[in-house]
């Protein structure tokens, strides 16, 4: 009898902390604010959300399946650690299993647009849990996707990362000069063709490689079918 009472004490107590835990969260939540990336501002700005300025991160499962399965297993966990650093006063929000935030993909419709839809939807549906006590921010840099988004939900903000940065943290110099660099490789990237037109700048490198988007390593090449075969031994 003893015993089943001792661990009955233990299941309470465990049940008492996480009830605390979850009512200091969402206090946090109402005293941060509250910032929601997509899919590929979680993927090509990491780096920036890891500033532990920026705080009351809402990773939508959507956003969080899409840098475990398109970002890499390196991207995915930093996203992880962000959201178990308890300053970061972050979370993971499963909006795919919930209810009235869950979007389902049209037909034809591309993976980008209902990823975008879905955080979207997710973000409003957090606003309204929240009893709109404070406005939230939806962070891509799809201009098509603001401009149809930003006026449909009042104090659900649709914005890219240059006009967060530039609204909400003036002062953050070292960010500012971050996006700048990470956007600068970004758009390179996009523009660069097939053919080989060089290095890229080293710091430029640096930032990519600590976001994810290149990989360090080795290039081992099949010499006796190098047109075809070859592999990359990762570094780290």
């Known amino acids: 009898m003893s015993g089943k009472m001792c661990l009955a004490t233990v299941h309470f107590v465990s049940l008492l902390v996480t009830i605390q835990n979850a009512q200091v969260f969402?206090?946090?939540?109402?005293?941060?604010?509250?910032?929601?990336?997509?899919?590929t501002v979680a993927k090509d700005y990491m780096e920036i959300l890891e500033f532990p300025e920026i705080q009351g991160i809402i990773f939508m499962h959507t956003v969080?399946?899409?840098v475990q399965h398109e970002g890499g297993r390196r991207l995915y966990s930093r996203l992880r650690?962000?959201?178990?650093?308890?300053?970061?006063?972050?979370?993971?929000f499963h909006n795919e299993f919930q209810k009235y935030a869950y979007t389902a993909r049209n037909p034809g419709?591309?993976?980008?647009?209902?990823?975008?839809?879905?955080?979207y939807n997710g973000a409003a549906?957090?606003?309204?849990?929240?009893a709109g006590?404070?406005?939230?921010?939806?962070?891509?840099?799809?201009?098509?996707?603001?401009?149809?988004?930003?006026?449909?939900?009042?104090?659900?903000?649709?914005?890219?990362?240059?006009a967060y940065l530039t609204t909400f943290w003036p002062d953050l110099k070292a960010a500012h000069e971050l996006y700048e660099s990470l956007a600068a490789s970004l758009?390179?990237?996009?523009?660069?063709?097939?053919?080989y037109l060089g290095y890229l700048p080293v710091d430029m490198l640096e930032d990519g490689i600590k976001?994810?988007?290149?990989?360090?390593?080795?290039?081992?090449?099949?010499?006796?079918?190098?047109?075809?075969?070859?592999?990359?031994s990762r570094e780290g």
């Open 187 to 195: 758009q390179d990237t996009k523009h660069r063709g097939k053919d």
């Open 211 to 232: 976001s994810g988007r290149f990989i360090q390593g080795c290039i081992m090449v099949n010499k006796y079918n190098a047109q075809q075969e070859a592999f990359i």
């Open 81 to 92: 650690n962000m959201v178990k650093d308890i300053r970061k006063a972050s979370i993971i």
């Open 64 to 66: 969080a399946n899409s």
């Open 133 to 162: 006590q404070k406005p939230i921010v939806m962070i891509t840099d799809n201009q098509e996707f603001i401009e149809e988004y930003s006026n449909k939900t009042l104090n659900v903000f649709v914005l890219t990362m240059q």
């Open 125 to 130: 549906w957090f606003f309204n849990h929240l």
């Open 26 to 39: 969402s206090q946090q939540m109402l005293l941060v604010r509250t910032i929601v990336p997509d899919s």
């Open 109 to 119: 419709e591309s993976l980008h647009s209902w990823q975008s839809r879905s955080t």
